[in-house]
């Protein structure tokens, strides 16, 4: 429970305020918030929505000072101890936050902001320029004049001309004149026409209202265990995208010091093969309740998304405190062999990416017969090669018969 009242404090903030806020981590994120999920046209979407003057929901804050054992984690910085006197956690509105920080934040330079990454595709975000903001299209079921597109080579986010003839401006140059400026006489070469200067004045009164939006924010001054805010993050998320098994194991681990996030993130810089294949995270946890499971001695060797759920009763000691060292032993393990999984998958057996995997839960299967081969000491050295043979046998036979249960 909380323990103690909570007083509630709302008010109104610009954007750019805010951007300012994350920037000098005065705003930070509990350590185990989910990552950002958001999908370009959703970013575009929040952007015309401001734009449109429509009300785009409250954020909410939580004193840092009242609530230190909860973590941070910085909107720009990867390394915490960097992160000097934060006061607020942001426990609701980090998606829309990311996106003001990373499409209306001017680059220090004229120069275009980076990509968005969503799966295996680049994405750019752009104003479209001919659009009068007092004239709005009445058609919201999608970005009409924010618009999100796939980028195919890498000319395509600085030819200014090009931009320029399908009216289209990076949008991260909107809250600044002087980048408006330069991007339109790089944009019309040739000299600013009539039309040229009408769109010029609709992007500068795009970028006012944008500069006039006031955001509502709410902060509330209590103190919360981490148990309170797992259940305010699990309820306030479910109005939007569904929490996984691994965003719920992140805010339930955390109350061990498992900073799970951080070992995904650690886990996916050392093998960078993870990112190839799209991997689910999940698989990893999955790999590793399968080694716990055999060290135990288990007869069914299941692993279902309750048993991945309750992971951290492998961990508890007499206190219920989870020991985060003994997990990130058995994590690293679980990751080292579902590397070496998708490695066999890779040039053993040649499906080059995820799409080519028949059935992607044999990873897990895969990661784990090769940890108790390799680690498990259970089989004599002269019978690995016969082994490897069998497992070859398996994994073709569940292929061609279809046979993956």
């Excluded at 001017?106 to 990509?115: E, L, N």
Aim: with cysteine; aromatic share 12%; net charge positive.
């Amino acid at each position: 429970m909380a323990k103690k009242t909570g007083v509630k404090s709302v008010r109104k903030e610009k954007i750019s305020d805010l951007i300012g806020k994350m920037k000098s981590d005065y705003l930070v994120l509990p350590s185990f918030q989910r990552e950002f999920v958001w999908k370009p046209e959703q970013k575009a979407r929040l952007i015309e929505s401001v734009i449109r003057n429509y009300p785009i929901g409250t954020f909410m804050l939580l004193p840092y000072a009242h609530n230190k054992d909860l973590g941070i984690c910085s909107f720009l910085k990867q390394d915490s101890e960097r992160i000097n006197s934060p006061k607020f956690y942001v426990i609701d509105g980090q998606q829309r936050l990311r996106t003001f920080l990373e499409l209306l934040h001017p680059p220090r330079s004229f120069t275009p902001a980076k990509k968005i990454v969503f799966g295996s595709r680049e994405f750019k975000v752009y104003l479209k320029v001919d659009v009068d903001p007092d004239r709005l299209p009445t058609d919201i079921k999608k970005p009409s004049f924010v618009i999100s597109k796939k980028l195919h080579v890498k000319e395509e986010i600085d030819n200014y001309e090009e931009q320029g003839a399908a009216r289209e401006m990076p949008i991260e140059f909107v809250l600044s004149t002087q980048f408006i400026n330069k991007w339109f006489k790089l944009a019309f070469k040739n000299g600013m026409t009539k039309n040229a200067r009408k769109w010029r004045r609709n992007v500068l009164e795009i970028s006012r209202r944008i500069r006039a939006y006031q955001c509502p924010v709410e902060s509330i001054s209590i103190k919360l265990s981490p148990e309170d805010h797992t259940n305010i993050f699990t309820l306030l998320n479910e109005g939007g995208t569904d929490l996984t098994t691994f965003d719920q194991l992140s805010a339930k681990l955390h109350r061990g010091e498992v900073k799970l996030r951080d070992l995904w993130r650690e886990a996916r810089n050392k093998y960078p093969i993870f990112d190839d294949y799209h991997l689910d995270p999940v698989y990893i946890l999955k790999v590793l309740v399968l080694i716990k499971k055999h060290q135990a001695g288990s007869d069914g060797l299941a692993c279902k998304t309750r048993d991945v759920e309750r992971i951290y009763e492998y961990y508890k000691d007499r206190n219920d405190k989870v020991l985060a060292k003994d997990f990130a032993v058995d994590w690293n393990a679980a990751c080292k062999y579902t590397a070496k999984a998708l490695e066999s998958i890779r040039y053993d057996y040649g499906a080059l990416q995820s799409k080519y995997i028949p059935y992607t839960p044999m990873i897990i299967v895969l990661a784990a017969i090769k940890w108790s081969v390799a680690e498990y000491n259970e089989y004599d050295e002269k019978y690995k090669g016969l082994i490897k043979d069998k497992i070859n046998k398996w994994y073709w036979g569940a292929i061609f018969n279809k046979a993956y249960e």
